[in-house]
């Protein structure tokens, strides 16, 4: 296994204290909507709390394209990103029509950051197996 190159670690030494912040959020938010009802400027600031870190997290991915010196891995994150954006917005896409025509049910908005997610995970492994299977002499 290669070794990480440094923008790779500075961006997990950014990555996981921003998704404890998250989990904590979500948590602490989620109880406290439910456990003292607020009302007014109070829900509105519970309500935002668990976003605050997703837009951390946009921001460490962010500082990691700018930082990465590596242009294949720069070119390479970028494009399983833009994968993950392709995935979101057809999924959604269809979703809302699905939705206006009233054959599935309302999706809420914050699912959008995970389908997007998703979509570039599962273009990382992608990119991983055809970077392996070319490395172990499988290519085209």
Do not use: K, N
């Not at 809302?96 to 025509?101: H, K, Q, S, V, Y």
Request: glycine share 10%.
């Amino acid at each position: 296994m290669r070794s990480a190159t440094p923008a790779a670690r500075r961006y997990l030494r950014r990555f996981f204290p921003v998704m404890l912040a998250y989990c904590g959020a979500l948590f602490f938010s989620t109880w406290a909507i439910r456990a003292w009802e607020p009302q007014g400027a109070t829900l509105v600031a519970l309500a935002v709390l668990p976003a605050l870190p997703i837009l951390g997290v946009l921001l460490v991915i962010g500082l990691y394209i700018h930082e990465e010196a590596d242009e294949y891995l720069r070119r390479r994150a970028v494009s399983g990103m833009m994968v993950g954006l392709g995935t979101m917005l057809s999924f959604f896409t269809v979703w809302g029509f699905l939705e206006d025509a009233g054959v599935v049910g309302h999706i809420p908005a914050y699912w959008t950051f995970v389908v997007w997610c998703v979509g570039w995970g599962v273009a990382e492994i992608a990119q991983s197996l055809r970077d392996r299977r070319e490395l172990a002499g499988g290519g085209r």
